[in-house]
Each structure stands twice: as C-alpha cells, then as structure tokens.
C-alpha cells in the first residue's frame, strides 16, 4: 500500500505549530484549575511562590499573546521576516518554559505539558532555522 505524501508550505506549518502550542497553553491553565491544591493558591493571590499582582498578569498576558500573534504572522509575512520571529519567539518561549520547570514544585500534568510545549517551541526554531524559501 503507498501512502500519499502531504505537503504543507513552511508557512502554514508554523501557523498549525504555533495553534498546537497555544491550545497546550490553555489546556494546562484549565488542568491546572481543576487541582484543587493550585485552584486554592490561585484563589489566595499565588502561583507557587510568585505573587499575582496586575503587572504579573499583564507581564504574563503579554507573553501569552506571542504565539497567538504568531498563528496570524507566520501565515502573513514575508519568508525573511517570518523565519525571524519565528526563530526568535521559538527560543524565547523555550527559555521561558524550561525556566519555569526549575521554579517551586511543578504537579505531573503541568511537567507532561511543559515537555510538549518546549518540544514545539524547539521544533519551531529549528524548522524556521532550516526552512529554505
């Protein structure tokens, strides 16, 4: 049996990628609710040992929108441009994410979403790294 190759344009790859990654976002905040032991930190004004203030939401919100940014912008920009941001944002959530594993105690589905969310970003930087126009 010969399986029919699929081919996708570098550009909506990435755009598909960056959806993937932000529905693993959303997904591990929601996960992240229904643990009654983070839902009564949450409540109580933390995240671990960091303090929820309108600048750490802000500050959070405005990485948030990286890769929802990216979902519109990989399909709209030039080639140059594109492989750019997409380089750049992938390392950047890739530090963030790692980073975030190293502080306070991390519950089993936040560490099984981080490992996907920095497999995507990786793969981002590295696919956008390698793509030729």
């Given at each position: 049996m010969r399986m029919n190759k699929i081919q996708v344009s570098g550009k909506k790859l990435l755009s598909i990628l960056w959806i993937y990654l932000t529905l693993n976002y959303i997904f591990c905040d929601v996960f992240t609710l229904m643990f009654s032991e983070e839902l009564r930190m949450v409540l109580q004004g933390k995240m671990g040992d960091i303090l929820i203030t309108q600048e750490f939401l802000l500050t959070f919100a405005i990485i948030m929108e990286i890769p929802m940014m990216m979902i519109i912008?990989?399909?709209?920009?030039?080639?140059?441009?594109?492989?750019?941001?997409?380089?750049?944002?992938?390392?950047?959530?890739?530090?963030?994410?790692?980073?975030?594993?190293?502080?306070?105690?991390?519950?089993?589905?936040?560490?099984?979403?981080?490992?996907?969310?920095?497999?995507i970003t990786l793969f981002i930087a590295w696919y956008a790294w390698k793509w030729k126009e």
């Open positions: 912008l990989s399909r709209i920009l030039s080639y140059k441009l594109n492989r750019t941001l997409n380089i750049i944002f992938g390392i950047l959530l890739t530090i963030i994410q790692a980073s975030s594993l190293f502080t306070g105690s991390n519950t089993m589905h936040y560490i099984f979403f981080s490992i996907i969310e920095i497999s």
